[in-house]
């Protein structure tokens, strides 16, 4: 029976016994194109890995969004009409101030869909005594059911009790060995309004940021609020937010919802964003130019393939193979040269990414989404189809006379 009547099926057994017949060929492109999937998915995972673990550990210890009241500014009068008046003028210093009526905004954002959590904190500068030694601090009076939600101070407790009010305060584990204090211990706050205050450590957590650390003190709000001189009042309301690359859209909003000041994470750590950024970019850059080495690999090979088959790519035309039977031929080799080797480099990488996890510094996990395999087996079998376009049409375009007298 002749290659037209029995259509598709005659193809894809013709590509395989073509891709049998040059076994070390073969075997060298599926090769190829498995090192070129196996760089793609476990650069990818690596750098996905990576980025959730910095964007973790840096969300971990901060919130979201951070409303602030707006800064204060100096008032000029206008000058009389018809007078030039020239003004130099100094920015003016913030003092410690309260949110206007911060309860309603609260309960205005508890409301929003965008956000997952709301916490009304007060904070200010004070200083922590024991004997001789002072240290600055930085009070953070908070209420602990909703702040937990912004960040889990549980998983960051040392020793002691996640416990605030009632004289008990939690202290970072660098001020605690600075001030050479364990849990049970008495410490003295005292602020710059001439409050002080004596309370007993309750609890000692390690964020694992220097700064907080060694500075923070965690009160609840009526403590810090009484210290600061702030009866009543709030400094920050903190946030979170279900999709955390969309913090500076929905800070623009609820600034604009609350006329008060918005800044997100993002806004914040602009240099951790600009990272991410060329670290996306470069990842990029590298599954960009292994597709381009893996399609040369699998053009070159093709193309071999079409000069050695010529008698018999002349002879199957002469039989009645059409062009376009002929040219699905080797579509359907360069198909299956990126499917084939795509399978073998999604399971080298998966022995990869488990020698990382098992045998790596431990720094950090990484993890292997099956979307990502998906998308390299799509990624390399396309590319393997585009690859064989060029020597599919120069063998479908040669004429069977010529191509049968060659030897």
């Given amino acids: 029976m002749s290659l037209p009547l029995r259509g598709l099926w005659t193809e894809w057994t013709l590509a395989v ?15 190829g194109v498995a090192v070129g999937v196996a760089v793609i998915v476990f650069i990818a995972a690596l750098i996905q890995g990576l980025q959730a673990n910095i964007i973790e550990r840096t969300l971990g210890t901060q919130a979201h969004i951070r409303l602030l009241s707006p800064d204060e500014v100096n008032r000029v009068l206008p000058p009389p009409a018809g007078t030039l008046q020239l003004v130099q003028e100094d920015r003016r210093a913030q003092r410690l101030r309260s949110i206007n009526n911060w309860q309603q905004v609260s309960a205005t954002l508890d409301r929003l869909p965008d956000l997952e959590a709301v916490s009304p904190v007060v904070s200010g500068p004070a200083f922590a005594r024991r004997g001789e030694a002072v240290v600055s601090v930085a009070l953070t009076g908070i209420d602990p059911a909703r702040y937990r939600r912004i960040i889990p101070l549980e998983q960051y407790l040392v020793s002691g009790r996640l416990r605030v009010g009632a004289d008990d305060a939690m202290i970072g584990k660098r001020l605690a060995d600075d001030l050479g204090v364990r849990v049970g211990m008495k410490l003295r706050l005292e602020t710059g309004q001439q409050h002080s205050r004596v309370v007993n450590v309750a609890g000692i957590f390690e964020l694992g940021v220097r700064e907080l650390d060694s500075r923070y003190v965690y009160l609840d709000l009526k403590q810090a609020q009484s210290l600061l001189a702030l009866p009543g009042g709030v400094t920050v309301i903190d ?27 993002i806004e914040t750590n602009a240099q951790l964003m600009n990272a991410l950024t060329a670290q996306s970019l470069s990842t990029n850059m590298i599954i960009v130019f292994v597709a381009i080495s893996v399609a040369f690999g699998i053009a070159s090979v093709l193309s071999v393939s079409v000069v050695q088959r010529t008698r018999e790519i002349g002879i199957l035309r002469a039989t009645g193979a059409t062009r376009r039977q002929i040219l699905r031929v080797f579509l359907l080799q360069g198909a299956l040269f990126g499917l084939l080797g795509s399978v073998l480099g999604s399971a080298v990488s998966y022995l990869l990414v488990w020698v990382f996890n098992t045998f790596g510094p431990g720094l950090f996990y990484i993890p292997v989404p099956p979307v990502l395999v998906v998308a390299a087996l799509l990624l390399a079998t396309l590319t393997g189809l585009l690859a064989a376009a060029v020597p599919a049409r120069r063998a479908a375009r040669l004429d069977p006379v010529v191509a049968i007298r060659y030897v």
């Fill in 17 to 31: 016994a073509f891709l049998r017949e040059g076994r070390a060929q073969s075997l060298m492109i599926a090769v």
């Fill in 239 to 265: 946030l979170t937010v279900a999709d955390i690359f969309a913090a500076e859209r929905i800070a623009e909003r609820v600034g604009r919802l609350t006329s008060l000041k918005a800044e997100s994470w």
